[in-house]
């Protein structure tokens, strides 16, 4: 009985073992430089000890391991990882917009759009950092005409 309720429940542990895996990321990991990332990513796939997977999605006990975790989000509905390259919708260029009105989609305006979008959906502040030209302004003000890509 004990093993048949463990093995039952193996799919919700490793469910919630990629939402912690990707909680890490955007929050103790999301405030490091691009080295940082790198050393970053490399000591949580050698610690975490899930299957690393190439050239496929990775799912429930697995992680991708071509790129860094950076580059994924785990999908709670269909239990994979998925590239935020997957999410960036096609820009169409609208000729009567204003030149400030316009933000081309890349996968980083994807990945803030999603995450403030979550943040107000749970009615947390959030604050957007970075390097000048990173998009943070024109990401905001595209999510608050109602226009987000995430």
Known sequence: ??????????????????????????????????????????????????????????????M???????????????????AWKDKVPQYIHDPARRFTEILVPTVDTVRTTWLVENQVRIKRPALLVGETGTSKTATTQNFLRGESHG
Request: glycine share 8%; net charge negative; charged share 25%.
């Open 64 to 82: 991708p391991s071509d790129e860094s975790l950076y580059e994924y989000y785990w999908d709670p509905e269909t239990y994979e990882w998925v």
């Open 1 to 62: 009985m004990l093993t048949a309720l463990l093995v039952k429940e193996q799919p919700e542990f490793e469910h919630l073992h990629a939402l912690f895996l990707q909680c890490l990321y955007w929050s103790v990991g999301g405030a490091l430089l691009e080295d940082g990332k790198v050393k970053f990513d490399a000591y949580i796939k050698y610690m975490c000890g899930l299957t690393q997977v190439d050239g496929k999605r990775a799912g429930l006990g697995e």
